[in-house]
DNA sequence: TCTTTCACCTC
DNA sequence: TGAGGTGAAAG
């Protein structure tokens, strides 16, 4: 999707660092090629290890993207993910192979949605081109996946599936989706955090790394702009199978359905002639940053690994573009009073009276099923900072999980800053946000480039970030330079795990950084090694 | 642009 | 069999 970022004008991709895989070298290679040659980052083509775990058990991981020709070539194209306010998934679903981790280490896989800059941007004349500045950030949150905490050895069994994860516009949803502005460009990121002797993280011990895909950036529409999307969809989700078909037999269809005999256009067919001009993302004119990139090569696009700059993940595009440095989205940057919100399988029982009554659905049900491949990129940090001033320690970690939460769900975080101590496996996995928490959302402000980015080292940064207040993942972010293709056998996780513990009730945070963005900030706390001090959000609140 | 409704489809 | 995921279209 390095691609695909060039498409949206993201063009700029962090080159996929530390390739481990021959493929990977191969895929990333292509990458470069396709990458905009506006961005720096991809001018090298030397790897850079984005995370260095070195210490904590991260280095090996490695991350492959499932179906990322597939990914690769939306984005080419210019991938639009729709967004409802009862929250839609994403297709495609994002799913990894995850591999290099301990057997026996238990890792908490999760995932965040970052903007991938401060532009709001329109589909017009068949392209898309920046409107203006983007909204204020939506609350962070992050989807934890349904079968966290769980060991090397299961998450590296099969593919790890996110395609329960939802994506809304309902800057008020209680369900724990990922709140999203449309028209606006975002970059989902993967986080694997190891989990801390209470299965959680946000201890000082911690350590994660995060892996950026940049060929899964996306623009959050209410409708899809552009038809090419549309047919890609139609062509490539079952659920959308209704919708193919022969043009004869769409014929028939439509007339059906417009209880009119023959002939009818098709509407797929009339929408698409409408608008159907060239790409605005075709590699030739990615409105937003034009990278020339090879139509025909097709979808090698690289992901990064872990970069070990951040701003390689998320490359900047040429024109700004820039997706925030993967560690610290832009959104997390702003400091909100951390959400979170814990979502359960169990429909009814676990959900917050509050949420029963929504008629949408309750919780998230997630199968877990993790099936896909990917690309790795660890990277460890500094131990993490102490927990801040007049905050209890880690919660979460504090809080054991006991209780059987039954079956598990994919859990998100929301919160502007959610705090890594905060959340504990067995929180967020299984626990329904309650009402108070979900209540008040906050915006983020304004995006705000981060401003260092730069190659400092990763320690530096966090620092630096930290100071910020806005942790960015993106220290830790290991761009994926590669996919694999292999497709796993789709792993039924355990749906039902250990018994957990609910998380506290929602409550809502202090603010800490103002910076912080839930993602970012449970990073950070996880990792703790990367900055030790106070916490930044700590500090910033 | 966004929301709602619909028929069709997967699971 | 029903819940729920699709894009299209109307408003």
């Not at 083509?45 to 993207?65: R, W, Y």
């Not at 513990?501 to 409550?507: A, E, G, K, V």
Request: hydrophobic share 25%; charged share 20%.
């Amino acid at each position: 999707m390095a691609n695909g970022g060039d498409q949206f004008g993201l063009a700029e991709r962090p080159d996929s660092h530390c390739m481990d895989s021959p493929k990977e070298a191969k895929q990333k290679h292509s990458s470069y090629t396709l990458d905009s040659p506006a961005s720096p980052q991809k001018a090298s083509s030397q790897p850079v290890p984005t995370c260095t775990a070195d210490h904590n058990g991260m280095e090996g991981i490695k991350v492959f993207l499932h179906d990322r020709e597939l990914w690769t070539k939306f984005d080419g194209v210019g991938t639009e993910m729709i967004i409802t306010k009862a929250g839609r998934r994403m297709f495609p679903s994002y799913k990894v192979k995850v591999t290099g981790l301990n057997p026996k280490t238990k890792y908490i896989l999760l995932m965040d949605i970052v903007p991938g800059d401060d532009h709001r941007y329109k589909f017009a004349d068949n392209k898309w081109s920046i409107t203006g500045k983007a909204e204020p950030a939506m609350p962070g949150r992050l989807y934890v996946h349904p079968d966290s905490p769980a060991t090397g050895a299961h998450w590296s069994r099969q593919l790890v599936s996110f395609q329960k994860l939802k994506l809304t516009n309902n800057h008020l949803d209680p369900f724990g989706h990922i709140i999203l502005n449309s028209m606006h460009k975002y970059q989902p990121r993967l986080h694997i955090v190891k989990a801390d002797e209470n299965n959680g993280f946000g201890s000082k011990n911690t350590a994660f790394c995060t892996h950026v895909f940049s060929e899964t950036a996306f623009i959050a529409v209410t409708s899809y702009q552009n038809h090419k999307i549309t047919q890609l969809k139609i062509e490539n989700n079952p659920f959308a199978k209704g919708f193919r078909g022969s043009d004869d037999n769409e014929l028939h269809r439509m007339a059906k359905l417009q209880g009119k005999d023959y002939p009818v256009v098709p509407r797929s067919n009339v929408r698409q002639r409408a608008c159907s001009t060239g790409s605005p993302f075709s590699r030739e004119g990615r409105s937003l940053h034009g990278s020339p990139e090879a139509v025909g090569s097709p979808y090698s696009c690289e992901n990064g690994l872990s970069s070990g700059s951040p701003q390689q993940l998320l490359r900047a595009p040429p024109t700004h573009y820039a997706l925030p440095p993967p560690p610290p989205p832009p959104q997390l940057q702003h400091g909100h009073p951390p959400q979170v919100y814990h979502c359960t399988k169990r429909k009814a029982e676990n959900c917050s009276p509050g949420i029963r009554q929504h008629p949408f659905k309750k919780c998230f049900t997630g199968r877990s099923s993790s099936e896909g491949e990917s690309y790795y990129h660890p990277s460890s940090y500094p131990p993490p900072p102490p927990p801040p001033p007049g905050r209890p320690n880690n919660p979460l970690t504090d809080s054991p999980c006991s209780s059987e939460m039954g079956q598990r769900q994919a859990c998100m975080f929301a919160g502007a800053e959610p705090r890594l101590d905060e959340l504990n496996c067995a929180s967020w996995s299984y626990s329904c946000p309650l009402p108070s928490a979900m209540t008040p959302v906050e915006t983020y402000p304004p995006y705000t480039p981060h401003p260092p980015y730069s190659s400092s080292p990763q320690g530096s940064r966090l620092s630096a970030l930290a100071h910020q207040s806005s942790p960015s993942l993106g220290e830790h972010v290991a761009h994926d330079p590669y996919q694999s293709q292999s497709s796993g056998p789709s792993s039924q996780s355990s749906q039902n795990i250990h018994s957990r513990q609910l998380s506290p009730p929602l409550r809502q945070y202090p603010r800490y950084a103002a910076n912080l963005s839930p993602p970012l900030y449970h990073t950070l706390e996880t990792h703790t090694h990367i900055r030790c001090g106070v916490p930044e959000w700590s500090a910033a609140s």
